[in-house]
Nanobody
Framework: EVQLVESGGGVVNSGGSLRLSCSAS????????IGWFRQAPGKEREGFVC???????????WYADSVKGRFTISRDNAKNTVALQMNSLKPDDTAVYYC????????WGQGTQVTVSS
């Protein structure tokens, strides 16, 4: 029942843009902080952005230095989706991208491949 499905990846030139989407189902989406993770070739999977659980007046967001100013997370709670707008892409951004919630261990989705050509 629990599903996380990523989409929107592809091949793009350095400096280009992509918008990823994550569709969630089977759990209380609003109750969890959610983040994006990526695994580059030869490296461990790492989280680089997250957005706080739904609740209050404003959202709390965190971005790793490597993506700050280039990537933007947003969530649509009515649709149980979270998006990642990626601008000014670099070859170092090449990775498989995943979404998942924080604090509890849910099954990972298939991820979506992002390839940035130099």
């Amino acid at each position: 029942e629990v599903q996380l499905v990523e989409s929107g990846g592809g091949v793009v030139n350095s400096g280009g843009s992509l918008r990823l989407s994550c569709s969630a189902s089977g759990f209380a989406f609003d109750d969890y902080a959610i983040g994006w993770f990526r695994q580059a070739p030869g490296k461990e999977r790492e989280g680089f952005v997250c957005s706080s659980a739904v609740g209050s007046n404003d959202k709390s967001e965190w971005y790793a230095d490597s993506v700050k100013g280039r990537f933007t997370i947003s969530r649509d709670n009515a649709k149980n989706t979270v998006a990642l707008q990626m601008n000014s892409l670099k070859p170092d951004d090449t990775a498989v991208y995943y979404c998942n919630v924080l604090s509890v261990n849910l099954p990972w989705g298939q991820g979506t491949q992002v390839t940035v050509s130099s």
